[in-house]
């Protein structure tokens, strides 16, 4: 049976707050995994730039004694040439750790908000923020 309009305003800021809290652990949680696997190419380009004259040309002691501008641009052709794969590995360990957490399926749908009686997970998907009693197998293409 439908919900009065009072209450559906309620579920659907509650779902709507909880679907946005799902989103911003999603958020972090690639943030956190994009930043650790693509470190070395940060630190790779950031010296290559600190130490080319053309661009920031810094006067630390490994800027003049170690890379002068042909290593510099080697070390900015490199870490943009690592990248590629290590975006692909970030991306892997990212969906894997999204599937094995089942992160995606804690997204509720607001028809919850519209009517009275309606489960906080549906059929054939089971998470740790669903309700106890619905199938634990999951199909990441259903």
Known sequence: EPRSPCCCLAWA???GTMNSLVFLLNLLL????FTI???PTIVVVYF??????QVLHSSARY???ILDDNSSSALIILGFVIMSPLLVVAM???CSLA???QLLVCFQPYSLALYKGGRWCRRG???PCCARGCNTQLKAWV
């Open 99 to 101: 599937r094995r957490l």
């Open 63 to 65: 800027c003049k004694s």
């Open 13 to 15: 800021l509650l779902i």
């Open 125 to 127: 998907e089971g998470a």
């Open 37 to 39: 696997v693509l470190l």
């Open 30 to 33: 690639m943030f956190v995994i």
């Open 92 to 94: 892997a360990i990212y």
């Open 48 to 53: 290559g730039f600190q130490c080319h004259s």
